[in-house]
């Protein structure tokens, strides 16, 4: 059994690296509008320039996962705004989607809490279309349209859990189906736990990334040994290896906030129940010190009785 290794957006061992660069739409208006569009293109430059050094340096050190930045391209979505961020740069996107498919990375967006299919506002269904739409334009302009995957959560449940649900089955369907293909669902730390996100994914016929810091902050009546085969099953529908998310809490008290580095006390119970099962999967580590926890998490589970280094990136059950 392999366990492979992946990071957040940000490679913080890089200097000045981040993929993320804002310009906030009152900067945007303050600019004289001659000057608007080249400001536009000059940040969305940089980040995709910023993520291409990540990519080579996930190559290098053969981590073989990585979560894209939402926000590679400022003001995509803002309905003043929205502009043709893939023709502009053409060359730059298909350089960073070939790369990535030569090294046969797994790549994901997973945009904000707000992107949910749960409101019972039109106007909220209608933006998550629209944010879920950029992110698919950006797989689809780095060629990756049938390989890159969306995650979100279920959303809120607004006073009644049943009703919220029975929401998100309504308005899914305004999403394009190359879309929704393309998309996950995520447990979450305080509404939806693994249970409720895992019934609404088998329904939609959508894999389910599970996430083990949020599953043990917000648990559910069945058990994770009753739950993993069964989530695990969701990602048959598009030929791909089941991920979790990794984390650990900060501390009893923000049990839910994440730690800047991964407790391997904490995980234990989890790779324990994952040796049983003997499957492949993927870990995408989201605590707050990035490549760095997810380094140091790789030697700490290769150093256990019974584990051993595969790569730079990855572990495997000896």
């Given at each position: 059994m392999k366990i492979r290794f992946g990071y957040?957006?940000?490679?913080?061992?890089?200097?000045?690296?981040?993929?993320?660069?804002?310009?906030?739409?009152?900067?945007?208006?303050?600019?004289?509008?001659?000057?608007?569009?080249?400001?536009?293109?000059?940040?969305?430059r940089q980040n995709i320039a910023h993520t291409l050094r990540m990519v080579h340096y996930n190559i290098a050190h053969e981590i073989e996962l990585y979560?894209?930045?939402?926000?590679?391209?400022?003001?995509a979505t803002h309905p003043e705004v929205m502009w043709d961020f893939q023709e502009a740069f053409k060359s730059e996107w298909l350089e960073l989607g070939e790369l990535i498919k030569k090294y046969q990375l797994r790549v994901s967006f997973h945009p904000n809490q707000f992107t949910l299919f749960t409101s019972p506002r039109e106007e909220v269904?209608?933006?998550?279309?629209?944010d879920m739409q950029y992110h698919y334009r950006m797989l689809e302009a780095m060629?990756?349209?049938?390989?890159g995957i969306i995650n979100i959560h279920i959303g809120g449940a607004y006073g009644d859990k049943t009703a919220a649900i029975d929401r998100f089955h309504k308005n899914l369907p305004s999403l394009p189906e190359e879309i929704k293909a393309r998309m996950t669902l995520e447990n979450d730390d305080k509404?939806?736990?693994?249970?409720?996100?895992?019934?609404?994914?088998?329904?939609?016929?959508?894999?389910?990334?599970?996430?083990?810091h949020h599953h043990r902050a917000n648990l559910g009546e069945q058990t994770l040994e009753e739950l993993l085969p069964r989530?695990?099953?969701?990602?048959k529908t598009i030929g791909m290896l089941p991920k979790?998310?990794?984390?650990?809490?900060?501390?009893?008290?923000?049990?839910?906030s994440h730690a800047d580095f991964v407790d391997l006390e904490f995980l234990k119970p989890l790779l324990q129940m994952l040796k049983e099962m003997n499957t492949d999967v993927d870990f995408m580590i989201e605590a707050?010190?990035?490549?760095?926890?997810?380094?140091?998490?790789?030697?700490?589970?290769?150093?256990?009785?019974?584990?051993?280094?595969?790569?730079?990136?990855?572990?495997?059950?000896?």
């Open positions: 957040v957006s940000h490679a913080i061992s890089l200097w000045d690296a981040s993929p993320a660069k804002a310009l906030t739409y009152t900067r945007y208006q303050q600019l004289p509008k001659m000057e608007r569009m080249e400001k536009l293109k000059e940040v969305t979560r894209l930045s939402s926000s590679i391209v400022p003001l269904t209608v933006n998550a279309v629209v060629g990756l349209e049938h390989k509404t939806y736990n693994a249970e409720e996100t895992l019934t609404v994914c088998e329904r939609e016929g959508i894999p389910m990334i599970f996430d083990y989530i695990f099953a969701t990602w979790i998310h990794i984390s650990s809490p900060k501390s009893e008290k923000a049990f839910r707050k010190a990035k490549d760095q926890a997810m380094m140091k998490l790789v030697e700490d589970i290769a150093a256990m009785r019974g584990m051993k280094r595969a790569s730079g990136g990855s572990v495997i059950f000896r």
